[in-house]
């Protein structure tokens, strides 16, 4: 089970780090990854790090103001989003995968937590 905590309501211009911590399951064993989904859009790819957190994946529009990183001696993977602007409203989701490396696409990964809801206010 994977649980995501640390969304709220932000203002413009400001900053969350979101947490991901796994139960049940070793985290360190998958790639990880972060994806959003706003109102009436699909989820789409924000980071990705992989198992050992040597190599990480940002969608361009993400680069520069998210970091994605994560503690394996904790199970948990972490979403750092700064300059937030309110096209960054959404759920934010993280997922796992059986595998090593970067996964880019949602359909590879095998399980999903149920997603915090970010807010940014102009």
């Known amino acids: 089970q994977l649980v995501e905590s640390g969304g709220g309501l932000v203002q413009a211009g400001g900053s969350l780090r979101l947490s991901c911590a796994a139960s049940g399951r070793t985290l360190r064993d998958y790639g990880m990854g972060w994806f959003r989904q706003a109102p009436g859009k699909e989820r789409e790819f924000v980071a990705a790090?992989?198992?050992?957190?040597?190599?990480?994946y940002y969608a361009d529009s993400r680069k520069g103001r998210f970091t994605v990183s994560r503690d394996n001696a904790a199970n948990t993977v972490y979403l750092q989003m700064n300059s937030l602007q309110p096209e960054d409203t959404a759920v934010y989701y993280c997922a796992a995968a059986r595998s090593v490396g970067l996964v880019i696409d949602r359909r590879e990964y095998d399980y999903w937590g149920q997603g915090t809801q970010v807010t940014v206010s102009s």
């Open positions: 790090i992989s198992w050992g957190g040597a190599n990480t």
